[in-house]
T-cell receptor, first 112, second 115 residues
Framework: DTAVSQTPKYLVTQMGNDKSIKCEQN?????MYWYKQDSKKFLKIMFSYNNKELIINETVPNRFSPKSPDKAHLNLHINSLELGDSAVYFC???????????FGPGTRLTVL | AQTVTQSQPEMSVQEAETVTLSCTYDTSESDYYLFWYKQPPSRQMILVIR??????QNATENRFSVNFQKAAKSFSLKISDSQLGDAAMYFC????????????FGTGTRLKVLA
């Protein structure tokens, strides 16, 4: 009965590869987010979707592309991976009426 | 633009004692929400406590309570009877009540609990 799940939990890949991280929530929330947490633990929002519509698109390289096939899923695709993309990526969800977010377990991405 | 500042990169507390983590924020809005999240070594982000800006009463959740000073734009977290399991990174976060549902996080405070 996981609330927000992400796959994979760990991802090790070579520079230049393309990879995807998947996120699913079973809370009935209407808003989903992607965050990046760097090595200094700084948590920064990247994207947010509300009812499948992109509502937040921070200054992120266009190698990063989110896709929301439905309200329960938000995937993150990264092209041409670079060393600086190594981080923990968190998916989160919330309902517009409840104000607080639930986070997934995070995906640790390591680019070699 | 809103900002959230946590000025204590690291704090230590003896088991069973009380510790207060500081958070200040900057906003021109009058209606917003504030949160404290905990991130233990497992890296899972866990909501600890939340506060609506329109509520004057400070939020409390068991051993966790906040001191919300709206005029001073301060939102500190007090942990009473600290336990070893409280050791974690603690993040303060802000969310506007209107517009996009953007959360702004502070840089975190690492809390160590000493046995």
């Amino acid at each position: 009965d996981t609330a927000v799940s992400q796959t994979p939990k760990y991802l090790v890949t070579q520079m230049g590869n393309d990879k995807s991280i998947k996120c699913e929530q079973n809370l009935g929330h209407d808003t989903m987010y992607w965050y990046k947490q760097d090595s200094k633990k700084f948590l920064k929002i990247m994207f947010s979707y509300n009812n499948k519509e992109l509502i937040i698109n921070e200054t992120v390289p266009n190698r990063f592309s989110p896709k929301s096939p439905d309200k329960a899923h938000l995937n993150l695709h990264i092209n041409s991976l670079e060393l600086g993309d190594s981080a923990v990526y968190f998916c989160a969800s919330s309902h517009s009426s409840t104000r607080w977010q639930f986070f997934g377990p995070g995906t640790r991405l390591t680019v070699l | 633009a809103q900002t959230v500042t946590q000025s204590q990169p690291e704090m230590s507390v003896q088991e069973a004692e009380t510790v207060t983590l500081s958070c200040t924020y900057d906003t021109s809005e009058s209606d917003y929400y504030l949160f404290w999240y905990k991130q233990p070594p497992s890296r899972q982000m866990i909501l600890v406590i939340r506060q609506e800006a329109y509520k004057q009463q400070n939020a409390t959740e068991n051993r966790f309570s906040v001191n919300f000073q709206k005029a001073a734009k301060s939102f500190s977290l007090k942990i009473s009877d600290s336990q070893l399991g409280d050791a974690a990174m603690y993040f303060c976060a802000y969310r506007s009540a209107a517009g996009t549902y953007k959360y702004i996080f502070g840089t975190g405070t690492r809390l160590k609990v000493l046995a």
